[in-house]
């Protein structure tokens, strides 16, 4: 069945970097872009950007771009958020969602923690 | 790109039905007809409900429907089950995908 796989919850302290990654089965990948979405604690669903999974050309949201950086390793179906130089506000659950152009296919969501 | 405006909260009692509205602007929803809905329990992934305005996905209730007038896009949920207690999310996104953006949420409470 189609599914993406996400890693585990990450702890990381004000400054340190972090990289999330999606594992996607049961499809194309390449077929597919894939979003990438923030959920701040108590928060609503806010769209990052997404990746062309065949060209790697990647889309930032505003709010979204410097930090954030979207890749891929189509040899094993993974896409990976990395974020760089964290905050205390990045703390959040990340989501990475199939799109067509919809989100119809999401990922457990992975919980990243910046605390000192 | 500013959220989509949603009530913060709805209600509705089982057997009852409920609309939940996703407003925008001329430049958004009034343009483009690629509205999706999304239902999310308290600790789980979203999932999508519809999508291009009125589409159910394969395995979604027919309970659940969208409309669009104007700049204003709705999800009506009828015959409410204490189960449909989530948050729901409008997203609007763009037929080239340069742009998505999601409304603010609102809390369905079935009392």
């Known amino acids: 069945q189609v599914q993406l796989v996400q890693s585990g919850s990450e702890l990381r302290k004000p400054g340190a970097s972090v990289k999330v990654s999606c594992k996607a089965s049961g499809y194309t990948f390449t077929r597919y872009a894939m979003n990438w979405v923030r959920q701040a604690p108590g928060q609503g669903l806010e769209w990052m950007g997404w990746?062309?999974?065949?060209?790697?050309?990647?889309t930032y949201a505003q709010g979204f771009t410097g930090r954030f950086v979207f890749s891929l390793d189509t040899a094993v179906n993974m896409a990976y958020l990395q974020i760089s130089s964290l905050r205390a506000d990045d703390t959040a659950i990340y989501y990475c969602?199939?799109?067509?152009?919809?989100?119809?296919?999401w990922g457990g969501g992975t919980t990243v923690t910046v605390s000192s | 790109q500013s959220a989509l405006t949603q009530p913060a909260s709805v209600s509705g009692s089982p057997g009852q039905s409920v609309t939940i509205s996703c407003s925008g602007t001329s430049s958004d929803i009034g343009a483009y007809n690629f509205v999706s809905w999304y239902q999310q329990h308290p600790g789980k992934a979203p999932k999508v409900l519809i999508y291009?305005?009125?589409n159910r996905p394969s395995g979604v209730s027919s309970r659940f429907s969208g409309s669009k007038s104007g700049n204003t896009a709705s999800l009506t949920i009828s015959g409410l089950q204490a189960e449909d207690e989530a948050d729901y999310y409008c997203c609007l996104y763009t037929s080239t995908n340069t742009l998505m953006v999601f409304g603010g949420g609102s809390k369905l409470t079935v009392l």
């Open positions: 291009d305005v009125t």
């Open positions: 969602a199939r799109n067509n152009p919809y989100m119809d296919v």
């Open positions: 990746i062309n999974t065949n060209t790697g050309n990647p």
